[in-house]
């Protein structure tokens, strides 16, 4: 039980969470589903992938599922993990020399030559963009010294990200069967790609890229494989897998108004078709919506014995989620912080908590900090201030 639960949540904030409101009331009529009324919950989408998740990029927060955490082969879509190993392991400057292992890894290919030379950054964009397996082979043994301790290193991002669902034996996603993944686990390390490796995003989006081709009068043209780039408005990755055993799986994220977007399906009989449709679902009855700022002042608490006589509470960190009309009015705010503190108090020093409750989501507690230091009274300005306040009484 929170100590000023019955206070309720500052004034400002219940006036940001009524405003928020209104914004989604609103939004054109065209977003809602020509099925619901206004304010129901959204209906479920149907698709017919083995498995799929769409997820939020900024929060995190899952919107739809589908066997979210079934093991499946995963193909291609293993040079995500790839790749991230790569951007945060090597140098996109870095020369990488093509053995004659990596120039002998079959199937989807850019037909690099042993003793051939490229940069990281060219072979980074083979992987995601053409799906090529002899750059990711090649990626590996530069990154890792072979395929087998790359294929560790990628078990162990995967497990700091939090896709426990996933193994890898490889850096291309040939089948094998200690090689699987999950839809959700495919969700958040796209998500990680996307929002915490430099460079991951710019790849990922890119249409066409052209890289050289040693011994031949014309250079290499990578095309994206991934046709909602050109087909669906505000698509910004991320990559499609297929092999006989997995199926056809894609990783598709796109970007409007502000909310990103991560669909995931496998072993889906339209790829593209589902993703967009899961697409499609989340930004038509979800909007990205800040509950709370690092910049917005949460309350002020009084300071005994400061040269300051009271300091600002602020969140510790950002608070983000998508939220129906639905659920924005039922998220609830409640601030637990002290009526008044000692000093010496310093900056950022933990002054009490605030937890916001939404539909469908666990609990979100954040520290509440305080935006500055205040020092306190010397003794003599104590006693003075004291033996003041004492006289006054006499009068």
């Known amino acids: 039980m929170l100590k000023q639960a019955a206070a309720g949540p500052r004034p400002g904030l219940v006036f940001r969470l009524l405003a928020l409101l209104v914004l989604f009331l609103l939004l054109p009529a065209g977003l809602a589903d020509a099925e619901s009324n206004p304010g129901d919950s959204p209906v479920q989408p149907v698709v017919e992938a083995n498995s ?35 951007l945060e392991k090597g140098k996109l400057t870095d020369k990488v020399q093509i053995s004659k292992t990596a120039a002998e890894t079959p199937e989807s290919a850019i037909w690099l030559e042993e003793g051939e ?11 995601m963009l053409f799906s090529a397996n002899d750059a990711a082979s090649a990626i590996a043994e530069h990154i890792g010294g072979s395929e087998a301790k790359f294929a560790e290193m990628m078990n162990a991002k995967a497990r700091e990200i939090g896709a426990k669902d996933s193994h890898y034996v490889n850096p291309h996603g040939l089948d094998n069967p200690n090689h699987y993944t999950s839809a959700y686990d495919l ?10 490796v430099p460079g991951f995003a710019g790849i990922v989006r890119t249409q066409e890229k052209h890289i050289p081709w040693a011994g031949h009068p014309y250079e290499r043209v990578l095309r994206n ?11 910004d990755g991320v990559k499609t897998g297929y092999t006989n055993d997995a199926g056809r799986c894609l990783v598709a994220s796109a970007t409007r108004q502000g909310m990103q977007l991560i669909a995931v399906v496998m072993d889906s009989p339209d790829m593209f078709k589902e993703t967009a449709l899961l697409l499609d679902w989340g930004f038509a009855h979800y909007i990205k919506q800040d509950l709370v700022t690092t910049d917005q002042p949460v309350r002020q608490v009084q300071v005994k014995d400061g040269l300051a006589n009271r300091i600002t509470a602020r969140t510790a960190k950002d608070v983000t989620l998508a939220l129906t009309p639905e659920d924005m009015s039922k998220v609830k705010v409640e601030v637990d912080l002290p009526e008044r503190l000692e000093a010496p108090v310093a900056k950022q020093q933990k002054l009490g908590i605030m937890e916001i409750i939404a539909p469908g989501q666990p609990l979100i507690t954040v520290d509440l900090l305080s935006d500055s230091s205040v020092a306190r009274k010397s003794k003599w300005q104590l ?3 004291r033996l003041g306040g004492w006289l006054s009484s006499l009068f």
């Not at 997820?55 to 995190?60: N, R, T, V």
């Not at 955490?69 to 991230?84: C, G, L, V």
């Not at 030379?117 to 992987?127: K, R, V």
């Not at 494989?225 to 698509?235: E, M």
């Open 117 to 127: 030379e490229l940069t990281l950054e060219q072979l980074m964009y083979a992987l």
């Open 383 to 385: 006693f003075w201030e």
């Open 225 to 235: 494989r991934n046709k909602l780039l050109k087909t669906y408005p505000g698509a």
């Open 187 to 196: 969700a958040i390390l796209a998500r990680y790609g996307l929002t915490k």
């Open 52 to 86: 799929a998740v769409l997820l939020e990029a900024a929060s995190g927060q899952v919107l739809y599922d589908k066997n979210p955490h079934e093991h499946r082969p995963q193909a291609s879509t293993t040079k995500i993990t790839t790749a991230i190993v790569a």
